[in-house]
């Protein structure tokens, strides 16, 4: 261990929590902060006096976060989510890939999403790989001939061609330095995989894959002497599966060639924390975006399964509405009208889940937030945060609603629906998901579409809207 790593802080925190870091490690002399420049103009850390000690608080980010080269904050979701991988990949989220690497645990089958990650994993090893200096064994050779060299094989010599009055044969062996290796051959295996997938998608084309397929190409070049081994024998290799560890002086190929096992077997990824499978780059995830999206795209499967007539809509694009109307005549309480400032700028309101009928009419919005209330508090259920009941009572008047939803993540107390109240002709509503287990979120997910369902007015078993 290099003396950095003995002397790098790691520091375990949940999301949005304050953490006490020595400020010597985050500080110059000057008070300003010491920021790995990916994280740096990020809402990701941010520092904050809380009663008269300067700390550092969480954001909604997850994940391995290099503060900078002295410590590591690893932050943790707040409220019990057992498959982060599974929401990140239901929603097609974006996660905020840093240089830095950590160690990730290998789990399912490798779907689009893991591929992509895989893909630019593997170009940036190569790169690495190739600038250090391909491995190369020593294999023996045999051959027999007028000409021998290397060292001659007296007894295979004296049975075949000396008993047989063959004087001027010899049989012999040497060894040849060769890339042509187990350990080559898996890498490039992966190589090829990859390429395969990313031809695969021309069909629908990413930013970036056309890029990605040159930089292969140019990289597979470098592996022309390397043999092919369609039954991935290499696989059996001790080297391979690092039971036999790698000279010192290629330690670097150990990172290109575990991933190159993952994209082998075609195992996904887990983005939990924890794991010593594969390394890729600390792959950062907002919660907060993953929650909403998430929310919302389980509710679009399940009102497709279920042919519901209406429309899943997200309010912060396709199903907002303007928040203010201009009325006329223009109201006068100072004797002459008083132009509006809606009819220039009419704002928008903007819930988080709009569902539309087919007749354009509203039938339910719902604020998703990723927040907990009353973690602290003694009584198991606690009111909604404030400014969240007055954002979604807006929402619902404009809407031409009479009840609102929030829809929070549980994390104690009641599960599901909880009525919070009535603020004066709408009621309030509180949705507690329970993601806290693999097995139960299918569960939980069906019981949040069928009480969304309820509450917009929608039959049970609602027939096709196209029949």
């Known amino acids: 261990m290099t003396e950095a790593a003995a002397n790098l802080v790691i520091v375990e925190c949940a999301e949005h929590d304050s953490i006490e870091i020595d400020a010597a490690l985050w500080l110059n002399d000057d008070h300003q902060l010491i920021l790995n420049s990916e994280i740096d103009g990020r809402d990701i850390l941010r520092a904050s006096f809380r009663r008269g000690v300067l700390r550092l608080q969480a954001t909604s980010y997850v994940g391995v976060i290099p503060l900078n080269d002295r410590v590591i904050v690893r932050v943790k979701p707040r409220v019990p989510i057992a498959n982060l991988t599974r929401m990140v990949i239901e929603t097609g989220h974006d996660v905020l890939a840093l240089s830095a690497f950590r160690e990730y645990s290998s789990r399912g089958t490798a779907d689009d999403w893991a591929m992509n990650v895989y893909a630019d994993a593997l170009l940036d090893y190569l790169d690495e790989l190739l600038d250090a200096g391909m491995m190369r064994s ?19 010599t004296m049975q075949r061609f000396t008993a047989r009055a063959v004087p001027n044969k010899a049989a012999y062996s040497w060894f040849e330095r060769t890339v042509d290796t187990p350990v080559n051959r898996c890498i490039k295996a ?6 395969a997938y990313l031809m695969k998608s021309k069909a629908k084309p990413r930013k970036g ?21 369609p039954e991935f024998r290499f696989l059996d290799d001790s080297v391979v599966l690092g039971l036999t560890p790698l000279p010192d002086s290629r330690a670097y190929y150990r990172s ?5 096992v993952v994209i082998l077997r075609g195992i996904g990824i887990g983005l939990e924390l924890g794991g010593t499978d594969v390394r890729l780059s600390s792959l950062l995830i907002d919660t907060n975006k993953l929650f909403e999206n998430f929310v919302r795209v389980s509710l679009a499967k399940d009102a497709a399964r279920q042919s519901w007539p209406v429309e899943v809509l997200d309010g912060n694009a396709e199903g907002r509405v303007d928040l203010y109307d201009v009325p006329d005549p223009l109201p006068s309480p100072l004797g002459t009208p008083i132009n509006a400032l809606a009819s220039v700028d009419p704002g928008k ?6 569902l539309r009928g087919t007749d354009g009419s509203f039938r339910l919005i719902a604020e998703v937030k990723n927040t907990v209330h009353g973690k602290n508090a003694k009584a198991k259920d606690v009111l909604p945060e404030r400014d969240e009941v007055e954002q979604a009572v807006t929402y619902a008047l404009r809407y031409g609603l009479n009840f609102t939803v929030l829809i929070h993540p549980w994390f104690k107390g009641t599960k599901g629906l909880v009525y919070v109240g009535r603020v004066r002709s709408v009621d309030v509503y509180d949705y507690r998901l329970d993601l806290s287990t693999d097995d139960g979120t299918d569960e939980a997910l069906a019981d949040m579409a069928s009480t969304m369902a309820s509450l917009a007015g929608l039959p049970i078993g609602q027939p096709p809207t196209s029949v």
């Not at 290109?256 to 190159?260: F, I, T």
């Open 190 to 195: 992966a190589m090829e995989a990859v390429h």
């Open 349 to 354: 309101a903007q819930p988080d889940v709009v």
């Open 138 to 156: 020593y294999e023996r050779r045999e051959d027999q001939g007028h000409f021998p060299h290397g060292r001659i094989d007296f007894t295979e």
């Open 256 to 260: 290109a060639l575990d991933l190159s």
């Open 209 to 229: 894959d056309r890029a990605k397929l040159a930089r292969l190409a140019g990289q597979l070049l470098a592996f022309e002497e390397v043999g092919e081994d």
